[in-house]
C-alpha cells in the first residue's frame, strides 16, 4: 500500500517476517511482527533505486475464529537517528558504480480506523448464525471491552523478534549496521557461541555518538563516545572495548574484507591456512579477532 513495487524478499539477509503472539483473551489473539521489506522507487528503463527502511513493525488483534481484526497498526520504528537505506546505481555492467546513503523516515505507517466488521457470524459450533445482508450492508456488530488474560510487554515481544532475525543479539544489544558481517561471520555458531559466552553485542552509529560526545550534560557518555569515536574511522569500525570504554582492539571493516577476500588460486596454493572447524577464511579471522580481544582485554579486567 506505500508503493507499487514492493519486495517482501529483501535483496539482502535477514530475509522475510517473524511474530510472536504477545497477549490472549477470551475471543482474541494479538500478534506482534517484524518485516524486512524494502521498495523499488524507479521503473524501468530507469537503473534501479531501492529504498530499505530498517524495519517495519506493528501489530495485529484478531478474532480467534478468524472472521474480523480488532485492531491494526503498521509502522516504521523511528526512535533512532537513521532508518532507511537507500542505494541506486548509475549503470548496468559489473562496473558500474553502485551509491548508497541512509537518512530518517520521521513517519510511515498504516493504522486501521477501527475494527473489521465480519461477513459472516459463527456460532461456538461453527455454525453460521448471521451473514452479511444481499444488499450489502454490513452487520450489527457490537465489539465489547477485551480482558487480556496474558500479555507480554511491547519491549520483550520486540526483543524477541530482533533475536529471531540476528540470532548473535541474544545478549539485548543496539541496533546498527554490518550487512556483511550479519551474512557471515555471525551466522556461525562458534563466533555465537564465543559471543555470547565472553561479549555483549553492541551496534553504535557514528551520528549518536557524535551526538552523545557534544551532549554537556552527560559527561560519562561524553567520555565513553570520544573513546570509540578516537578509533573510529569509515565506513565500519569493529572494537571489542572494556566496561569502562577502553578499546583494547579493533579493525576497521574494509581492512577486515581485505584480508578475507580469498582469491581462487590463493587456496590452491595454500597461500591461506584456516581451521577446517570454519567455513571461510572471515569467520576464522573474525574469531581470531575476538580473541585477541580476550588476550588483551582480560588482564585488565583482573587487575
Not at 89 to 97: D, H, I, M, R, T
Not at 214 to 219: F, S, V
Amino acid at each position: 500500500m506505500f508503493h507499487p513495487r514492493p519486495f517482501v524478499k529483501t535483496r539482502f539477509a535477514p530475509q522475510g517476517a517473524v511474530a510472536c503472539l504477545t497477549a490472549t483473551s477470551d475471543f482474541y489473539y494479538t500478534v506482534m511482527f517484524r518485516i524486512h521489506a524494502e521498495f523499488q522507487l524507479s521503473e524501468p528503463p530507469d537503473f534501479p533505486f531501492w529504498f530499505s527502511p530498517g524495519q517495519f513493525t506493528g501489530h495485529i488483534i484478531l478474532s480467534k475464529d478468524a472472521t474480523h481484526v480488532r485492531d491494526f497498526r503498521l509502522f516504521v520504528p523511528n526512535h533512532r537517528s537513521l532508518n532507511v537505506d537507500m542505494e541506486w546505481l548509475y549503470g548496468a555492467s559489473e562496473s558500474s558504480n553502485m551509491e548508497v546513503d541512509i537518512g530518517y523516515i520521521p513517519q510511515m505507517e498504516l493504522e486501521a480506523a477501527g475494527p473489521s466488521v465480519p461477513s459472516v457470524i459463527l456460532d461456538e459450533d461453527g455454525n453460521v448464525i448471521d451473514s452479511r445482508l444481499p444488499s450489502g450492508e454490513p452487520l450489527q456488530f457490537v465489539f465489547e471491552e477485551i480482558t487480556w488474560q496474558q500479555e507480554l510487554s511491547w519491549e520483550e515481544a520486540a526483543r524477541r523478534l530482533e533475536v529471531a532475525m540476528y540470532p548473535f543479539k541474544k545478549v539485548r544489544p543496539d541496533g546498527g549496521s554490518g550487512r556483511t558481517l550479519r551474512e557471515t561471520v555471525l551466522e556461525s555458531s562458534p563466533i555465537l557461541a564465543l559471543l555470547n559466552e565472553s561479549f555483549i553485542s553492541t551496534w553504535s552509529l557514528v551520528k549518536e555518538l557524535d551526538d552523545l560526545q557534544n551532549n554537556q550534560e552527560d559527561p560519562s557518555h561524553q567520555k565513553l563516545a570520544s573513546l570509540h569515536l578516537e578509533k573510529y574511522s569509515f565506513p565500519v569500525e569493529m572494537m571489542i572495548c572494556l566496561p569502562n570504554g577502553t578499546v583494547v582492539h579493533h579493525i576497521n571493516a574494509n581492512y577486515f574484507l581485505d584480508i578475507t577476500s580469498v582469491k581462487p588460486e590463493d587456496v590452491e596454493n595454500n597461500v591461506f591456512s584456516f581451521s577446517s572447524t570454519f567455513e571461510d577464511p572471515s569467520t576464522a579471522t573474525y574469531m581470531q579477532f575476538l580473541k585477541e580481544g580476550l588476550r588483551r582485554g582480560l588482564p585488565l579486567l583482573q587487575a
